[in-house]
């Protein structure tokens, strides 16, 4: 079944934390979004984040925002291990959803939360869309174009990197304390920005199958118990990994919020006629997805590197101009986009995300394992470890998985 297109797409929130913020940066700048109700279970934030937005309508009860009659599409940004359960019951609902990412924290929740997405769809209609902004990069683009075009010969090599020489949300940075909560996070750096640089690979290669990978997990540096104040930072905090994907790929993978190395480059695609480095740029002290590209090869036996001015306007304009669907540089934008008949086709940030998870569950189990895994065995080995009942000031929510 496919829905009409919405002329106003009327959203509710489900988490007002530091993230929703972030949706709110590119929704108030809408004219065909209206944000009509929010929820959570910190009355204070709530009421300060509705205030602050002009929102009027309050919960801290999901279920009972999800009642009203008013709401297309419903965000989801709670911790890691609350985006199953909320996105089913939305889902369930009969509502769109954009969900945070991850996924989720563990693979086997996000194939639960891909497949539910796929039989309600089939009768409902609803959509669903994970937010993975590396996605939407210009950079991210390009690349993809120029390996489909043919310009790279066979692509065999990739280094994906993410590096933070000390960086743990909410413990060396004012985020949330549950970004190092095992219950609500599930996992730390390669479920948090792993999974960025993970999809923008898995992306521009157009979602290979995975062979085999081996991996392992880390938390080393240590933490300031003065600024643990009693809680237990239980995550890694640094994941290596080295898997085969089909058609001779080897993916090499890195991401750390705390490694006492000052520089470890950043990621690169190889192919047997040219390469592609993605180039890092500094924001307040922090390497962010990589913003440029160049171009790496070899013509008549003479070396060549081509910075490619990826984020011109004169390039963007052609690039996004023949093609439609993949023209938005945010999530947000894309998304509207779609729900709004802008765009009939999109692009599946949940099936992306799936494919991140599996490859993110195959280096935690490898890790646990201590040995090499194959594909076939993170099917059979992940487990769920989204919450099943969740202690709040308001009782105890059931989550129906
Ligand atoms: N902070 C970032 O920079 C950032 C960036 C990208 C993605 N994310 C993702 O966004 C998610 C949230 O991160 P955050 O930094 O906004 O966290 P946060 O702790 O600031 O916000 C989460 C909010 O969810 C609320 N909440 C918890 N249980 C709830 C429930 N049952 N019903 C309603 N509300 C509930 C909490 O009270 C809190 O206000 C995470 O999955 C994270 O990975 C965060």
């Known amino acids: 079944m496919i829905r009409k297109p919405l002329e106003t797409v009327r959203i509710a929130f489900i988490g007002c934390g530091v ?29 300060a984040w509705c205030a602050k937005y002009g929102v009027e309508n309050m919960y801290t009860d999901y279920r009972e925002m999800l009642k009203r009659d008013d709401i297309d599409s419903v965000d989801i940004c709670v911790h890691n291990n609350l985006h199953l359960p909320m996105t089913l019951a939305v889902l369930r609902s009969g509502r769109h959803c954009f969900c945070e990412k991850p996924m989720a924290a563990s693979y086997k929740d996000a194939k639960r939360m891909y497949d539910e997405w796929q039989r309600l769809k089939a009768e409902t209609g609803v959509e669903l869309a994970v937010q993975i902004d590396t996605i939407f990069k210009p950079q991210t683009r390009l690349a993809k174009k120029m390996i489909e075009n043919g310009e790279l010969g066979h692509v065999y090599y990739i280094r994906c990197l993410g590096h933070r ?55 080393e540096p ?14 890694e905090d640094l994941g290596l990994g080295f898997a085969r ?44 997805p990589a913003p440029g590209l160049k171009f790496i090869t070899t013509k008549d036996e003479r070396d060549i590197d081509i910075d490619l001015r990826v984020n011109d306007y004169e390039n963007n ?48 189990l490898s890790s646990e394992l201590g040995r090499e895994i194959r594909a076939e065995e993170i099917e059979e080995l992940s487990e769920s470890i989204a919450l099943k009942t969740q202690e709040t000031p308001w009782g105890t929510f059931e989550y129906e998985l």
């Open 19 to 47: 993230i929703s913020n972030n949706h709110m940066r590119y929704y108030t700048q809408m004219d065909n979004v209206k944000v009509v109700a929010a929820c959570d279970i910190d009355k204070p934030r709530l009421e």
């Open 165 to 219: 020489r000390r960086n743990r949300p909410g413990l060396d940075s004012d985020l949330s304390v549950n970004f190092y909560n095992k219950e609500l996070a599930g996992h730390g750096a390669v479920f948090d920005m792993g999974v960025y640089h993970i999809a923008q690979m898995l992306y521009i290669l157009g979602l290979p199958k995975l062979e085999r990978v081996t991996g392992s997990c880390y938390l």
């Open 222 to 235: 240590p933490r300031n118990e003065k600024m643990l104040e009693g809680r237990e930072f239980g995550v």
């Open 245 to 288: 994907y089909e058609n001779g790929l080897t993916f090499e993978f890195m991401e750390s919020w705390a490694l006492h190395v000052d520089d470890v480059g950043s990621s690169f695609i190889a192919g047997s006629l040219g390469g592609l480095r993605f180039t890092n740029e500094e924001v307040r002290g922090r390497n962010w």
């Open 317 to 364: 304009f052609y690039e996004k101009k023949l093609d439609p669907v993949t023209q938005y540089d945010s999530n947000f934008e894309h998304w509207i986009a779609y729900l709004t008949g802008k765009i009939d086709e999109r692009i599946n940030t949940a099936l992306i995300t799936l494919h991140t998870a599996f490859l993110s569950e195959g280096i935690f």
